[in-house]
Every structure is written in C-alpha cells, then in structure tokens.
C-alpha cells in the first residue's frame, strides 16, 4: 500500500472526515481499491443502517433525504449521504454539485457526497456499496442513499440498502404504476410527499388498499404509508420512526444479518468472476489460435465448439 | 439430438421456410439450443448481408424495413427480417404480433419474424445474433434486423450487423443530438425519413456538415444521407442502392470477414465466459463454508480476499 494511502486510513480512523472524502474519490477512480482500503477497514463494517430512497423523478427526494438528515442530527446520530446523479455525458461526472442540493443539511457539516451514475448497476454508481461501506466503518449510525429515480434504478436500491423508502406524489398516477413499475415490491415504508396537493387522500387510499390485498406471513413487515410535505418538514419525524421501527424488526427477526450476508455473497461471487474473467482474458486470445478461428470462418467448426475446447484447455493448464 | 429437431434440421436443409421459424423458436425459448442447431448448420453461415436499421421511436422503422424488404425481393433476392419488439411485461412474449407489422412484406410472402426484448442486448433481443445465423444459413442474401429505437438498443445493434442504417425524422431534433446520442459513430448509411416534413432540408444540410467535420482517412466509407418518404417508397431504391456500394465496400476492404471474425470472437468470448461461469457457480457453495461467511460477518477478512482464495482453490483443483 502506497503510504499516502496509509496515511488516509490512519487518519479516517483517528474520525477526519476529509479522509472520508479522500478515500471515497479514491474507491471511485481507481478500479479495485476498494479491495485496498476496506482490507484495512472491514472490521468496521456492519453496524450502519442502510437506507435506500427512491422513486419517480420530481418526488422530492433530496429534499425529504435533506429534511431527515436533519433530523436525525438533532436526534444525536451521526449521519452520512449518498446522492447518485445522473452521469453527465461529458465529464462523466455529477451534474449537480453537492453544495447544489441539500444545503441545509450541507450547512449542519453533515457528510454528503455524490456519486456520478457509471457502470453496469443502473442508476446506482457502481461504487455505492463501497462507499456505503466506508461510511459505515467511518461510524455513521445512519447512510442515507438516494437514488436516481427511473426505471431499473429503482429497484437496485434493494441490493445495498437495508430499508427502502420509496417516494410517491399524489399525481404519481395511480397505485397500480407503482406496483407495475415494481416498486410495491421493495418498498419497506412509503412516502406520499406534497401531501397537499390534490388528490392525496385518493391516492394514499388506493395505495393501501392495494397493500392491504397483498398476502403476508404472520409478524411479517406490512408496509406504512407516511404523508409528507417535505418543504416543510411534515412528515419527517413520523418516517424517522418508522424507519427505527423497520430496523428493530430487521434486527430482532435476523433479517438485518440476513441482508448484510447477502450483501458479502453477491460481494464474493461478483469479485470471483471478476477474477476469472481477468485471467480468462489475458489467456483467451494465447488459447485461440488463428488456425483457431480459421476453423469457424471456414465453418468447419462453430464458435461454441471452440470455447468448450478453450475452456477445457484452460483448465487442464489451471 | 432429439429425432424431432434431427427431423427439422433435414427440412431447414431442403429449405422449408417453416422449419426455420421452428428452429428460431427452438432457439428463442430454449437456452443453448443454438448451440446444437447451429453445429448441424454452421458451414452454410457467413454469406448474408446483415442489415441492422435503428433510429429513434417513431421514425418510421418498419414501413422503411417492409418497403425495403419488398424492393430487395423485386430485385429477386431473397429477403429475411428480424424485427426487435419491446418484451410485453405480461407475457415475455412481442408485443405486435408479425400479422399487424410490414404487412405488404408479409402477404409477398416474405419471412419475419419478431423477438421479444429479453435478457442482456439492451433494445435486441439475445438470441438476435442466433437467429440472424439461421436466417444466413438458410440461405437468404439480406437479413433486415429491425432494432426497438431506445437508448442502448440503438447502439447495440453494430455487433450484430454488417451495416448500420440510422433513421432520423426531420424533427427528431439537431444533428447535434444525434451525435450526442452516439448515433454518428454507428451509422453506414443515414435515411431522413418523413422528408416531406418541415425542416427536412435544413436538418439534412446540419447532418451533412458534421457528418464532414469528421475526420476520415483516404477511402474510408462516408457515410451517405438519404432523404425517403417511406410510406410512399421515396428513397427506398437509394437506399437499397446505397446498401450494395456498403456491401461492395465491406468486402473489397476486407471489412465484411473482419466483421464476421469479430462476431466469432464475440461468440467464443460469451460461450466460454458462460461454460466457466456454470462451474463456478456450481461450486462456489461448496467452497464457500458458513465458516468462511463468518469471518468475513466478523469483519476479519473481506469479500474479496475470500473470492481471492476461493478462486486459488477452485484453480488447483480444476
């Protein structure tokens, strides 16, 4: 390990939260130091709750996740954010500035970064369980991830998160969007935010009623439905709790470890194949020869046929 | 081989149109079918023109794909299309049926055939390059491959095809979103479609200008504008004159069998990621001991050293 980087994580761990920020700008741009740096951190991993909100564009996101990192401030916990912006097509980077969105929770020092959307995981950067990680291993008692709100980016939320919040305005369109869209799925609580706009009553009964005719198992999690005017802070001490109350069901039905272990599985089994492949690729091209492929040109033998044979090769030589 | 697909396979060879719509759904609904099918046919694939048509929703694709087909087959060629519907969310299966798309090309008796969007080609579908190596062996001299116009799909359709054509509409917006959207890089041959629309001519007149601001070597192919009102065939016998200059320039430069190779390639790559893919899995919970999870839950060791030694073992004893 280079020593600068020796040096940040001594001093992440002596609480400096512009190593955080170094450390987090590292994991970002240099494919595999995650590997590196959590090395050096992973027994402090673990103890975080992980909260996930998404929903439509226009919700009113940020502005619920700067609303509730207020408040849990107040409450005495310490807090870190996560927002994924979309990816900018031409610096690759977040379009809004952090200092952008958010600002009076920026203005309460509260730990906020956000993350460009890049990679294969949707609308999530593909270093936010990284970084998820290092926040909880900085000591943070909560990291707060909003997410871009379209399409798959949505549901992706579920893999890093340990509750999902999902937002919804009264003009969302009906109950029925959201359970065609498949948010009905992972919501854990929802929020209809703009609660005072028209519509809302309307729209919150449908959505319950629509939860109501879901099938659950005895002492299972049935989802609450919280009104919310962020702009104003309605609502944000009743999804505060509720978002307790999910965590102390997370921990007293075993699900909190649950999920954190699926989190490692998916960890191991995607760094595995990662692994493979590298060593699959710088061998693939050694392994097939050009007669190889004179072979499959000529059509004499199929492309599959050959990758069998490589792989055996390759195996054989493993 | 089971005696039924033997069976179809003889038919497919005596040039049995319906046992090559057997075939694709063979290929379509069962994994590695192509596999097996293409063993027994791959010596007669390679000599199509595979044509993939992409461009924005409501360009006016599959009147371009119907007029173009029935001119090819005037031409006494022998004409297959592949048209790329969005996956019904309630049946996995095409949306439009074939009857209700290109209907002129369908009563002049000529073969298409839609695929579902489903699994990881974005906007085409995954047995896509399988089905073009069918409709090839067949023996059809074009393969049309009609791509969903969204996002990813639009780009993807250059692994498949040997030519690219992009349809704009005079109002899809400036050249410059074109480029912005990665179309500009793709495209063999463009087709402003709708040309009798406002602002045709100076959309034609802005593409045409960045289209020679970019910088090509000596004999490079530029890439033509073709103005077409499709649903009265203008531009279609351009286009399709167009299309011949492409092909004779593939193959004069060499460009046709380098395409092809990289296709093989592609294919050899997938199959043999996928062959070691199916053993790790097989074995990575077996290698995987509640032991091992524990300590990585205990934060004594990371996810990715235990992939690191979970791969070592499974190297040595492959």
Do not use: C
Request: proline residues 4%; hydrophobic residues 40%; glycine residues 8%.
């Amino acid at each position: 390990m280079k020593p600068s980087l020796q040096r940040l994580i001594q001093d992440f761990k002596a609480g400096h939260p512009r190593a955080l920020a170094r450390l987090i700008t590292e994991v970002e741009n240099r494919e595999n130091a995650h590997e590196e740096i959590l090395e050096a951190l992973y027994s402090r991993v673990g103890r975080a709750h992980r909260i996930g909100i998404t929903g439509p564009p226009g919700a009113g996101k940020s502005t619920l996740v700067d609303a509730l990192a207020l408040h849990f401030q107040k409450q005495g916990k310490r807090v870190g954010v996560i927002a994924v912006d979309p990816s900018s097509p031409f610096t690759g980077g977040a379009l809004l500035g952090d200092r952008h969105r958010m600002t009076r929770a920026t203005q309460a020092g509260i730990f906020i970064r956000s993350l460009a959307t890049r990679g294969s995981l949707g609308g999530l950067s593909e270093a936010t369980p990284f970084v998820a990680d290092l926040m909880d291993a900085f000591g943070f008692d909560v990291v707060l991830i909003e997410t871009v709100g379209v399409g798959q980016a949505e549901l992706d939320i579920i893999h890093t998160s340990d509750t999902v919040v999902v937002v919804l305005v009264p003009e969302s369109g009906d109950a029925i969007q959201a359970m065609k869209a498949g948010l009905m799925e992972i919501a854990d609580i929802f929020v209809i935010n703009k609660y005072d706009r028209e519509g809302a009553h309307r729209f919150q009964n449908e959505l319950e009623s629509v939860l109501s005719m879901q099938p659950r198992r005895e002492g299972e999690w049935t989802p609450p439905v919280i009104p919310a005017v962020a702009t104003r802070e309605q609502g944000v001490p009743e999804l505060a709790e509720a978002l307790e109350r999910h965590l102390a069901y997370l921990k007293q039905s075993g699900r909190f470890l649950e999920k954190r272990k699926h989190r490692i599985l998916d960890e191991i089994e995607r760094t595995a194949k990662d692994l493979l492949w590298r060593r699959l690729e710088g061998r693939l091209s050694e392994a097939l020869t050009q007669q190889w492929l004179q072979r499959a040109l000529k059509g004499e033998e199929t492309p599959y046929a050959l990758a069998r044979r490589i792989v055996e090769q390759l195996s054989r030589e493993a």
